[in-house]
């Protein structure tokens, strides 16, 4: 922040800009300078003592960035003052100038003199430095969150120095886990560790509703929050599992994925996972559904429509509803 401290006499020099306004300059620096300005009729002579002052401006040189001034200004005549003003103004980028004082009527006159202070700060300077130092801190918590992440997939390594207190059988494999982490992370295994059940009395479970694969992968988002090389087919079976242990956020991944993954191709199968697991994953395939398929003519021709009216006949009335409903704003529009 530049600070101008102002105790002199008014200029007795005038200029005139390119709008035939009369300028007093009170220079504060190269690029700085305090202004009083004067509209005169066309008739008024050039010398200051017959310049009634209107404004107080402040002006720069350099039109480049976004500054903020602010100050007092204080006027006097013979030690008493008869003009004094507050002012906090912005100038922003290709501005030359800010008007800090206005509706004046001040005659000129040699025993003018000039008080208070102007303070100008380069605020662009300010908020780069603001949005550098949010970006840095947002580095080293990302940072710190991914040390984080790969400390708590370590504890499922075999040979972890810290040891798992709970086995967890599927199709044959066991795979080490802590209940202190499958707990924090799901209620489901909260409430099976909190309430004496078999297989927490035995620290051993067996998993029977859901692949290796799925279970390592489920495993590997409750410990790190981390998910990767996701298919349609892996993100239906993770959602799956997402759901039978209420984790809502690894729910939202999947829904997330399977959303930018949709086409004609596996709409239905998508139709199918959101009528099970998520009204918004739903939502979203029968809005594409009604996009992609302008006429009910051609969904009653496909195999995924004629299953679906026979084994959900609900969700088909559904879908039939929004189709009419589409087709119908379409036409108003």
Known sequence: MQEFPINCSIPNVSTTDERRRKLLKLRLSDEWAIVLVSNPPLRVVLLPAFLMINSIEIHRKNTAGKCSVLGELRIMQHGAQVF??????????????AETCSNMTLNYSPQLWFEGFVKI????KKQ?????????KLKIELKSLEELS???ERLLHPESSCPADITLKCNGVSIPAHKTILSARSPVFAAMFAHSM???LKNEMCITDIDESVLRALLKYMYTGKISNLTVDSAAELLFAADKCQLQDLKEVCSFYLKDAISPQNVWKILGLGDMYSA???????????NNYEEFS???KTKEWNELR???PNMAMELLESLVKYRNEKIKH
């Open 84 to 97: 004094q003003k507050k002012f906090s103004q912005s100038i922003e980028t290709g501005t030359s100038f």
């Open 121 to 124: 700060s380069d605020t662009g």
């Open 128 to 136: 780069q430095a603001s949005l550098a130092n949010e970006e840095s």
């Open 150 to 152: 790969n400390d708590f």
């Open 198 to 200: 078999n297989e927490s």
């Open 280 to 290: 918004d994953l739903k939502t979203f395939a029968v809005d594409y559904i009604c």
């Open 298 to 300: 051609v969904v009653e």
């Open 310 to 312: 026979k084994e959900k």
